[in-house]
């Protein structure tokens, strides 16, 4: 066993965890943060996208004992403390950005890196920014005008840094 210690969404865990036991099966049983999904673990669907010290992530290939000492984001973390829904998944619910919701949290996982990285990305810069990421149902249209709402919106209040 080897101790784990991350900051995950703001707050401080401590686990002794299987050297082997991945990132994202260390968010889901050990720390019970299932909005990270587990689609394809060979990082082709990126449906566990999560940022790691404010970079995307794709956790079904990395070892939680590679993340110790680090800063973990998931999508559990991106709504505020009050338990307002960040702008990024304020916009994929209003632009009907989802379909059945299982590549959603990576999406948005990478949206928020991406935003963050190009606060005012073009319609194909946003294809390029979640090009690693896939959707069996949408069709991507309606996820790339969410990103570009959410991006308008991170900019006019304020949160294109968060």
Same mark, same amino acid.
């Given at each position: 066993?080897?101790?784990?210690?991350?900051?995950? *969404?703001?707050?401080?865990e401590?686990?002794?965890?299987?050297?082997r036991?991945? !990132?994202?099966?260390?968010?889901?049983e050990? !720390?019970?943060?299932?909005?990270?999904?587990?689609?394809?673990?060979?990082?082709?669907?990126?449906?566990?996208?999560?940022?790691?010290?404010?970079?995307?992530?794709?956790?079904?290939?990395?070892?939680?004992?590679q993340?110790?000492?680090?800063?973990?984001?998931?999508?559990?973390?991106?709504?505020?403390?009050?338990?307002?829904?960040?702008?990024?998944?304020?916009?994929?619910?209003?632009n009907?950005? !989802?379909?059945?919701?299982?590549?959603?949290?990576?999406?948005?996982?990478?949206a928020?890196?991406? !935003?963050?990285? *190009?606060?005012?990305?073009?319609?194909?810069?946003?294809?390029?920014?979640?090009?690693?990421?896939?959707?069996?149902?949408?069709?991507?249209?309606?996820?790339?005008?969410?990103?570009?709402?959410?991006?308008k919106?991170?900019?006019?209040?304020?949160?294109?840094?968060?």
């Amino acid at each position: 066993m080897t101790t784990v210690k991350v900051r995950v *969404n703001g707050k401080g865990e401590t686990k002794d965890v299987e050297p082997r036991l991945l !990132l994202v099966d260390f968010l889901r049983e050990e !720390l019970g943060l299932t909005g990270t999904h587990v689609g394809c673990d060979t990082t082709n669907c990126g449906a566990c996208t999560i940022l790691l010290d404010g970079r995307s992530v794709k956790s079904c290939t990395m070892f939680a004992v590679q993340a110790d000492g680090r800063e973990i984001t998931t999508i559990e973390g991106m709504q505020d403390a009050s338990g307002e829904l960040h702008p990024i998944q304020r916009a994929f619910w209003e632009n009907h950005g !989802l379909q059945c919701g299982y590549c959603t949290p990576g999406m948005v996982m990478q949206a928020a890196w991406l !935003l963050r990285e *190009n606060p005012d990305p073009t319609e194909q810069e946003i294809r390029l920014g979640i090009s690693g990421n896939l959707c069996r149902c949408t069709g991507y249209q309606n996820i790339v005008k969410s990103v570009k709402e959410a991006a308008k919106a991170m900019r006019s209040d304020g949160k294109g840094r968060r």
